[in-house]
């Protein structure tokens, strides 16, 4: 009984983070490989251009910390890169990528102060030596430490003790490690001392400085030695590259303008060409930058915080800079981090929205660009305005997709599909969207080709074992078979030697770069000079065939098995045949392992329900070795070696899947050795029998499983992923490579022949994505306007309303007046310009403000909308542009008692709202109707006193948190009308929901109050509140005293109304029940238990009880900030739960996070961890080494395999 009680859950991240907080450049994986590691606040990262330019990701690894700074350094002569890592762990920590493993080795780990993101602990900034001598790390106040880095004999990094810097008083902006050669490293940061405004408030204004540190190698300490003034407005440091590249120093970045600085020399000051619509009293900051060093010249590319990029070139004799130039590059989004590639790509992580790879069309040498130099007579004041252009010197080569920020999300299935969708409200202003995701892989479609009647079966063939791309693809129909060249394009060949005038059973590659093709009177071998045909005696026909680079296996009709060798005269041997004496449904043959001549194992399907495994060796060819019994026949079988990247050579997996009848795949692991079938997993894939195709996957190989969807097996990044693919029905597949499409496949569907590729592998969820105009808020789905009659309607979709507000923009119409206010002006620089001006006319088209950005209107200024959409063709039915200056802030769907069929779209709105404080000079809530065509109709705006939080329908009214009430309204004819309210909340409710009597509701600041109405009196009363204050994101009321809720510190929490309060009407019986509610007054309310405790280590979003999948267990589901979908799963035993606590437990021990800190300490951030087991954790066991595997598995009396079995269980009952 009381298990029942206590929920334990098993948290698991489903989509990983999708943002990026810091990314760096380097060779991490081998000499001169271009890679880019990128933080994603608590994962690592490491993103890897291809050939083709896509960005692919070669590992990712939670580090249950919080990632402050990264940087990557070489020692010097080395030829690889380390990375050095600072968290919140109070260490420092370097880390090296091990290539063969594929993961990230902990080479050196030091500790220095305590654990947390705080004010005088270092971890903060991070700079590097360049030649990789030593690393500061730093606080933002105070201290700072200095560590020596060298080789051992061995060549193993060294690392020295930290070596202190500190100063007291002394808050850092920036810092960085300065490039001066091999004399003695210098560290430069921008810092202010504030001791004397600390002790007398009068004193003047303290000064920005610039300081240098510098570690003497000789003497094996740190001195400051260098301190100059710095405007107040500096805020970013790059350093210029020196030695023998370039002049040493420092670009100090500040409002408006750059200024090099080094000692002993004048400082250069530039300013920064400006946009022409903006204010002239308005700075502009430095977000981003990045250096580009080749062997002769170097230049920067910094990014504004408009983001526009400008390139910064400087020119110089030997050590001295005589000027500075700025000029204009091109713009992009706003991005976190730049990184520019030897191989002429820049990788902008995005601040909000996807990130992008450009390739360099050009690196700004056109006279034309708008440009600032440090010799102009203004200097600092020097104003130059430009317009920004549609991109000159990059172009966008590939996206890597981001749902960072994601708003609110909600699953529901808006389209009937049977299957629920991921809605989701993400981005920013003009770059927001609203994505639908999908569980499955993304497929992009080649091309789709009409066949003359319905095929049966495809295989592609390459022309010799060693060729890269495929030479013919192989069409078989009912009566023929057709042959298409690969080339440019694909055309019939008539002359490639195979028999066209029979089906083909089988068409294979042989070792010897011969041909077989098994048609169903016999098996045709195609060598380079002649062709044999082996017939088939008597009246049987072959019925089916399997095949390597060097043995057949045919059966016949009765159930006779025939098994053929290649020999070394290029002829096919019969070798042994045997009578199975049941018919056969189904054959595969085993791959030919590594350095073996051939294979030993096949296994046959028959229509006795079993798969049998056959020997194939010399001594005992035929004979059978093991046989595992089915509920169903078997459609189809695959014997595939898939070995896992980074484990130990020998350590191959050779695995059986069979594909049933009945919808289902069961896969098992079969010994190398003795040929016995042990490990079974099965998984339901559709209502359609399984078809088994191998294929090629990263090189490595795969199996593709064909049912009512295609779902496709392989193993990505040390794990092994069977996910369906976002695909119409295939009914047969094979690999598919060209110049065209390097890796994909081929496949047939009705009589169609399809050439399809796979977008990025190891993700969950597939993307479809609706552009916004303003940052999104809120949506509901709305019902429809006339309840459907039975029959009519019920598949149509689901409408969904959407919010959508900015600050500090404008509306469309004061956009369009700007707009064509800026192409009056013309920026004309000599009278020789006016000639071009003809020229000029047509480039003045409007730029997509998903790249340039939007305009910045100033404090109290917004643009809004509310937009209907339509989800299974994702289009806007109906929006409604608000008035200038009103921004919508909630809405909910309401049926008022006085319109009892009709439903309600309650919006509220606010006009000229500041942010901080908040409060707006006018606010209302607007009441819609809608008819079929979901067209919204004002039925009237009732004037508010305060800020509207949420709505929430109640009983035939309305529910309304505004400012620091609760209200309840009732529709009138005019406007709604007050007919309750309660005046003592804390800071405002930002979330309600009402269950039978109880209304639950969060405050902003105070966590959860469960509210009572007496209908008697009329009055609102607190029945229960928390006992901990939460700044509350999200809640979800999980049964009627059960809630859900998650704060902005990213804590995920369960509370329970105690039972004193369940069934009792609560409130106050003292006699004092006048107007106040004296009980939550005097603070003597029930208080909410809280059963669950869980630090996600990124902010909640939005939480949601549901189901993934038809027939999935029910979860918790949610989204996060940075753009990770997630799970809460509840067990459902107690033999689980025991399992998973103990498997966490030796995890924690037995794999420490990679940045040091504790995981424990982790999970337990701002309260003690509680009933949750992190699942991220426990799926780390697979990448573990299999000595450590065994280890853990021992004590848990199971086996590796077991342990395996049981998380990829759990996995799949959440998807």
């Known amino acids: 009984a009381r298990f029942v009680e206590m929920p334990k859950l098993y948290q698991l991240t489903l989509q990983k983070a999708s943002a990026i907080t810091h990314a760096v450049y380097g060779n991490f994986s081998a000499p001169k490989a271009q890679e880019v590691i990128v933080a994603r606040y608590k994962t690592i990262e490491l993103l890897r251009p291809d050939e083709s330019g896509k960005v692919q990701s070669i590992l990712a690894q939670e580090v249950f910390g919080v990632i402050r700074d990264i940087r990557p350094f070489r020692l010097t002569g080395a030829s690889r890169d380390y990375i050095v890592v600072a968290s919140d762990s109070g260490r420092i920590v370097i880390l090296e990528y091990d290539e063969k493993k594929n993961i990230f080795d902990k080479v050196h780990q030091e500790t220095f102060g305590k654990t947390g993101c705080r004010r005088i602990v270092p971890g903060q900034y991070l700079a590097v030596d360049p030649k990789g001598r030593s690393v500061m790390i730093g606080a933002i106040e105070k201290q700072k430490f200095v560590y020596i880095l060298n080789r051992d004999a061995a060549n193993r990094l060294t690392i020295s003790s930290p070596l202190e810097a500190h100063k007291s008083y002394t808050l850092v902006y920036a810092t960085c490690g300065m490039d001066v050669g091999f004399e003695n490293p210098l560290f430069a940061s921008i810092e202010l001392g504030y001791e004397e405004v600390d002790r007398d408030p009068n004193a003047e204004p303290p000064q920005k400085m610039l300081t240098m540190y510098e570690m003497d190698l000789g003497l094996n300490h740190v001195t400051r030695r260098f301190a100059d003034a710095v405007d107040h407005s500096a805020h970013a440091l790059i350093a210029v590259p020196g030695g023998v590249d370039g002049p040493s120093g420092v670009l100090v970045c500040c409002e408006n303008c750059l200024v090099y600085k080094k000692q002993n020399h004048p400082d250069i000051v530039c300013a920064i060409p400006r946009r022409l619509e903006m204010a002239q009293e308005k700075g502009l900051l430095i977000v981003a930058h990045a250096t580009h060093k080749l062997k002769d010249f170097f230049f920067f590319l910094i990014q504004s915080e408009y983001g526009d990029l400008y390139k910064v070139t400087l020119s110089h004799d030997e050590d001295q800079v005589n000027e500075v130039q700025v000029k204009y590059f091109d713009t992009i989004p706003l991005a976190n981090a730049l990184c520019v590639l030897k191989t002429g790509f820049l990788f902008a992580a995005a601040e909000f929205g996807n990130h992008a790879l450009f390739q360099f069309q050009g690196i700004g040498t056109d006279e034309d660009d708008p440009m600032c130099t440090s010799s102009h007579p203004h200097g600092a004041q020097a104003l130059v305005a430009f317009k920004p252009r549609a991109l000159k010197n990059l172009m966008l080569y590939d996206e890597m997709p981001s749902l960072s920020p994601m708003i609110d999300m909600k699953v529901l299935d808006a389209t009937g599909e049977g299957k629920p969708q991921l809605y989701a409200l993400c981005g920013r202003g003009p770059r927001s969207s609203m994505r639908v995701l999908r569980h499955g892989l ?12 319905k095929p049966n079966a495809v295989w592609t063939v390459k022309a010799t074992m060693t060729d890269e791309f495929d030479r013919y693809i192989v069409v078989s129909f009912i009566d023929v078979t057709l042959v298409l060249s690969i080339g440019d394009t694909v055309e019939e060949v008539l002359d490639s030697g195979f028999l066209a005038t029979a089906p083909s059973l089988l068409i294979q590659l042989m070792a010897d770069d011969s041909y077989v093709q098994v048609h169903p009177t016999g098996i045709r071998h195609l060598l380079p000079r002649r062709t044999n045909e082996w017939r088939v005696p008597g009246q049987k026909r072959i019925v089916t065939a399997a095949a390597n680079e060097r043995q057949v296996v045919i059966a016949l009709s009765g159930g006779e098995i025939l098994y053929f060798e290649i020999d070394e005269s290029h002829t096919l041997n019969e070798v042994a045949k045997r009578d199975m004496n049941y018919e056969v449904l189904c054959l595969a043959v085993q791959p030919i392992p590594e350095n073996r001549m051939r294979a030993s194992f096949m296994a046959v399907g028959g229509v006795d329900n079993t798969i049998r495994i056959l020997s194939l060796d010399r001594e005992r060819p035929l004979k059978q070795l093991s046989a595992q019994a089915l509920q169903s026949p078997a459609e189809s079988v695959c014997l595939a070696e898939m070995r896992n990247l980074g484990q130990a050579e020998d350590v191959h997996t050779l695995f059986l899947a069979i594909g049933l009848s009945s919808g289902i795949l069961i896969r098992s692991v079969v010994d190398f050795v003795t040929g016995t079938l042990s490990d079974q997993r099965s998984r339901f894939l559709g209502n359609k029998s399984v078809k088994l195709h191998k294929v090629t996957v990263q090189g490595l190989p795969a199996m593709l499983a064909l049912s009512a969807k295609p779902w496709l097996c392989y193993n990505f990044q040390g794990k092994y992923h069977c996910t369906p693919m976002n695909y119409e029905q295939l009914e047969y597949a094979s690999s598919f490579a060209s110049e065209q499409c390097p890796e994909g496949f081929v496949a047939i569907s009705g009589n169609t022949l399809r050439i399809i590729s796979t977008e990025r592998l190891g993700d969950l969820f597939h993307q479809n994505t609706m552009p916004l105009a303003y940052t999104p808020r809120r949506f509901v789905p709305l019902p429809p306007a006339v309840l459907p009659t039975a029959g009519h309607g019920a598949g149509d979709p689901i409408m969904l309303a959407l919010l959508e507000a900015d600050h500090n923009a404008y509306n469309e119409e004061t956009k369009r007046e700007i707009r064509a206010a800026l192409k009056k002006i013309r920026l004309t620089r000599t009278v020789d310009d006016d000639l071009d001006d003809v020229k000029e006319e047509d480039e003045d088209e409007d730029l997509p403000e998903t790249q340039v950005g939007t305009f910045k209107a100033g404090e109290g200024k917004w643009g809004s909308c509310v937009r209907i959409v339509n989800p299974s063709n994702l289009s806007t039915i109906f929006k409604l542009d608000l008035d200038i200056d009103e921004a919508a802030v909630c809405l909910t769907v309401c049926y008022f008692s006085q319109l009892a069929n009709q439903p309600c779209l309650v919006v509220g709105t606010v006009f000229n709202m500041t942010l901080y404080p908040r409060h707006a000079p006018k606010a209302t809530i607007k009441t819609y109707m809608y008819d079929e065509r979901y067209h919204l109709q004002l039925i009237h705006s009732t004037p508010l006193d305060d800020v509207p939080l949420c709505l929430f329908p109640f009983e035939g009214r309305l529910l309304a948190s505004v400012g620091r009430c609760l209200r309840i309204y ?20 930002m979330w309600i929901h009402v269950k039978g009597d109880k209304i639950y509701t969060a405050d902003l600041r105070e966590s959860f109050h469960i509210f009572k109405y007496r209908r008697s009196d ?13 700044w509350m994101t999200c809640a979800s009321v999980l049964d009627s005293s059960t809630i859900a809720g998650a704060d902005k510190f990213d804590n995920f929490f369960i509370a329970r109304i105690p039972e004193e309060c369940r069934g009792d009407e609560g409130g106050d019986f003292s006699g004092l029940r006048l107007k106040a509610d004296t009980m939550y007054l005097t603070g003597q309310t029930p208080k909410l238990d809280h059963v669950v405790q869980f630090h996600v280590g990124d902010s909640v979003t939005a939480l949601e009880k549901t189901t993934l999948s038809q027939g999935g267990g029910e979860l918790i589901c ?63 066991y697979v990448t573990l080494p299999l000595d450590k595997q065994k280890v853990i598995a021992s004590e848990l009396d199971r086996t590796p395999a077991e342990i395996i079995k049981k998380l990829e269980d759990l996995r799949n009952k959440l998807l």
Do not use: W
């Open 442 to 453: 993304g497929v992009t479609e080649m091309a789709v080709s009409e066949l003359p009647g």
């Open 970 to 989: 009732e529709l009138g004819k005019r406007k709604l009308l007050r007919k309750c309210e309660y005046k003592n909340i804390p800071e405002g409710i």
């Open 1018 to 1030: 009329n009055q609102l009363f607190v029945m229960a509140d928390d006992s901990a204050p939460r």
């Open 1118 to 1180: 949610y989204s996060t900030m940075l753009g990770a979908v997630g799970a809460f799963y509840p067990f459902a035993s107690r033999e689980e739960v025991d399992f998973f606590q103990h498997l966490e437990m030796f995890m924690r021990s037995e794999k420490p996070p990679l940045c040091g800190r504790d995981h424990m300490m982790y999970r337990s951030y701002h309260f003690p961890v509680q009933n949750c087991v992190d699942g991220d954790l426990c799926e780390q």
